[in-house]
């Protein structure tokens, strides 16, 4: 079991996952890092979210930012989107991390900001351990 899922849309957003895993190599953190795209993997997607123990997911996705949506419909642990800058300075996908319907719930940090959405992960998990 570990802390943090970090789930990735495409090998292109590795840069920006280790800007996460960057920040929880100097924790306690476990992680498991894993290449799932919402649109191409669907099946796998499920699969994964449906058997993975991790407290916290850092859904990590460029384009239309399908995939911290979708991990959120699918569980109720947190969900933290990282918008990734592949076309028109990343504005889409911060929009589509950020927008989305009443009840799927994705905190959203800014554009490439890996770091930050580590960091806002160990802040979640020090909450659980409290």
């Not at 407290?55 to 399908?66: C, E, N, R």
Request: hydrophobic share 45%; charged share 20%; aromatic share 4%.
């Amino acid at each position: 079991m570990v802390d943090i899922a970090i789930v990735m849309g495409s090998e292109s957003d590795r840069a920006i996952s280790n800007r996460v895993t960057n920040v929880l190599d100097n924790t306690d953190y476990s992680y498991d890092v894993q290449v799932i795209s919402a649109h191409r993997n669907p099946d796998e997607l499920d699969e994964y979210i449906s058997t993975d123990e991790a407290f916290v997911y850092i859904a990590i996705a460029g384009l239309s930012a399908a995939l911290p949506g979708v991990i959120a419909s699918k569980t109720g642990k947190p969900v933290i989107g990282v918008p990734v800058g592949a076309k028109l300075g990343g504005l889409d996908a911060l929009l589509s991390t950020a927008q989305m319907p009443p009840g799927v719930p994705v905190a959203t940090v800014g554009i490439d900001n890996g770091a930050n959405a580590a960091h806002m992960a160990i802040r979640i998990l020090k909450l659980k351990g409290e």
